[in-house]
T-cell receptor, first 116, second 119 residues
């Protein structure tokens, strides 16, 4: 069962426009959410995160929005740049019985292409 | 130390051979994770260490797989009697701890991975 779903395998946007990447999750125990960016033949690189106590977190050109009732989060990149072209993974963290989060569950990723 | 280091970057082996991968985490991180990623999928959790203790293993980790972190620093992942289905990128990550409202949330830092091809 896919607990974290990224339903768009790919997205193409024009340089300077907004990129919106979406992610849905099913596990109500998830309470911390992260976005990772991955280039080919490299490991994922942390981009931005959000705790379930917030509905928005912003870092420069990147903003993550969380809608807990809909179990949905999105990553907005504005303005998009060609160097943003990569695979973006949504990941969620589950609280374990000790109150410490440690295991990430990833979606399948969305390939973003930003055209000059 | 600028990040998580994994060695080798690539490994090609014949079916039935044993392989071992090494991971050096960020020096002050006490948690170390192994993930596996196949084509078209996101990384999947394999196992996790806190210091030298292996605290959880995924059901994906068959008895042919063994991971160690003998001194709480570097870790090794060994696959015995490799099969073609083991072909994947094996990712190591390490983390520090941040506290949100009484629970800890962790940001994982990943290495570049070891790409395994079993022929």
């Amino acid at each position: 069962d896919q607990q974290v779903k990224q339903n768009s395998p790919s997205l193409s946007v024009q340089e300077g426009r907004i990129s919106i990447l979406n992610c849905d999750y099913t596990n109500s125990m998830f309470d911390y959410f992260l976005w990772y960016k991955k280039y080919p033949a490299e490991g994922p690189t942390f981009l931005i995160s959000i705790s379930s106590i917030k509905d928005k977190n912003e870092d420069g050109r990147f903003t993550v929005f969380l809608n807990k009732s809909a179990k949905h989060l999105s990553l907005h990149i504005v303005p998009s740049q060609p160097g943003d072209s990569a695979v973006y993974f949504c990941a969620s963290m589950e609280v374990n019985s000790g109150g410490s989060n440690y295991k990430l569950t990833f979606g399948k990723g969305t390939l973003l292409t930003v055209n000059p | 130390d600028t990040g998580v280091s994994q060695d080798p970057r690539h490994k090609i082996t014949k079916r039935g051979q044993n392989v071992t991968f090494r991971c050096d985490p960020i020096s002050e991180h006490n948690r170390l994770y192994w993930y596996r990623q196949t084509l078209g999928q996101g990384p999947e959790f394999l196992t996790y260490f806190q210091n030298e203790a292996q605290l959880e293993k995924s059901r994906l980790l068959s008895d042919r797989f063994s991971a160690e972190r003998p001194k709480g620093s570097f870790s090794t992942l060994e696959i015995q009697r490799t099969e073609q289905g083991d072909s994947a990128m094996y990712l190591c990550a390490s983390s520090h701890t941040r506290v949100w409202g009484g629970t800890t949330n962790e940001k994982l830092f990943f290495g570049s991975g070891t790409q395994l091809s079993v022929l």
